[in-house]
């Protein structure tokens, strides 16, 4: 009899892409049939928010200081803002007939499989209850209120953000390797969230105690009768948001929202109706891999465990030199403006300093947006370096962790001798393993030969343990692809605070990675591939404003009253 961990391995093997075969998806595609990216709750009541951001002053540079940062009071208009700057809409962009929204979370092909949900107690001007934000119409769809008893078990004000993934949009696109890139989406996920919490003097954390049955219920996603045929959705995690006082505590941890208790509103909306594939894996990978509470509870002990006992060394003497930054720039400028870049202009270089700013960044240490993560870094970054003034063409090792360096160390027999890179003090654990002048077409072809692989400044293989943490838990799978995609966020908003741009990168070959690594087993597996570079503008795309027909409305300073309509 197969054991979820089975599954597991068997899933992520069938889904490789190869050099000479691709995973299995759908021979065709329809785009006017696409999934719609927009979930409605048809009935349910909906409290329009404002749209706040454009007032808030905080500075890209003043997010990493949670206490010289005032917090703001937690009112409907910040927590609008909250969600504007983590999954609202930031551009609709055209192409002849062709008309799309960008949000500002990430997503694998634009699809946005991750819906939201926003768990509110005591927050002014917004009534106690269980929510699903709207991004199209940036509106709190009301799933159910809290009677005054449950509002009254919790000390207010308190917020939770609750995240699901529809499937079927990654599907009807991905096929079967779909369950991997909702993964991915939920960590970005993650990110945006902690970076948006972050400008608002917030913070916020994965709060481990519930399992899989429990979120569904926490976020009404186990009521069938609310679905019917409209596609269901995953639950994936609980997040608290907080004062940084507050997640200190146990607070952040402990206290889970109360049950719904009113009269439930809305029947979900269908969004393919006539689907043309059935990817039957998914459903199994997902069944194998939900993870029961006591399995989360395990992960946050080992990651306090792990924390304690290996206080981090600084980085900071690998950020002392200068380049021109963007880090006095408003946090919501460049918030709303990251993108995934399409093309990249090849003959663009990075000022070194840039470059160690950004590996720094990936550092679990940080503050933010790592603060946000309970388990214990299993991902570390081999970096393909083309073009960044003063390092050599080569490719690179950062191990986030001692434990993850012996981990890389053991499995990668290509490169026996390390060498140190002492550029900005040598503060960073960073290593070249093999100067490679012509690398950037390998990194081409690895990348299913797309060019944004190979005319970047760098790219970067996101490597995961991977073999233990599986065998331990197969709900381990997931947090693995989560905590690569809260990587990728890093690099995202990095890179646009820097004056320079990135892509995630989910279509690699798997194994041709491997092997060109000279990684012999599945100890350690390749789970993201990133890019950055300057990106080459389509000027044939034109840009519009996400909200056009919706007037902003100011954000008062922190301690002022909030209006609350």
Known sequence: MSTAQDTVLAYHQRTKHQPQRYAAGPETLDWDAQPSPFREWAGSPLTKLPLVADELRTTWSQMDDPVGLPPHAMSLASVACLLELSFALTAWKQYGPDRWALRANPSSGNLHPTE????????????????????????????????AVQGASIKGPALWIGLSSIQWREAWKYGERAFRYCQLDTGHAVGALAYAAAALGWRTRVVAEPGFTELATIMGLDRDSDFGLAEREEPEMLIRVALASELDSDLGQGELPPPPAGEWHGQASRLDRHPMYRWPVIDEVSRATRAMAADRAQLAHAASNMKSANPPATCEASTGTTAPTNHDALASSVIRGRRSAQHFDKRATMPLAVFLRMMAALMPHRSLPFDAWPQTASVHAVVYAHRVDGLAPGAYVLARTAQGEAALRAAIHTAPDWARVLAGGGALPLWCIAAHPALAGTLRTLSCHQAIGSDACFAVSLIADFAEPVARQASAYRTLYQEAGLMGQVLYLQAEAEGFRGTGIGCYFDDAVHELLGMKDQAMQVLYHFTVGVPMVDARIVTEAPYAHRAPVAIPSPGQEVPTT
Do not use: T
């Open 116 to 147: 939201v949900y926003v768990i509110a107690v005591g927050v002014s001007g917004l009534a106690d209850g269980l929510y699903h934000y709207a991004p199209r119409e940036h509106a709190l769809a009301l799933r159910a209120g809290f009677g």
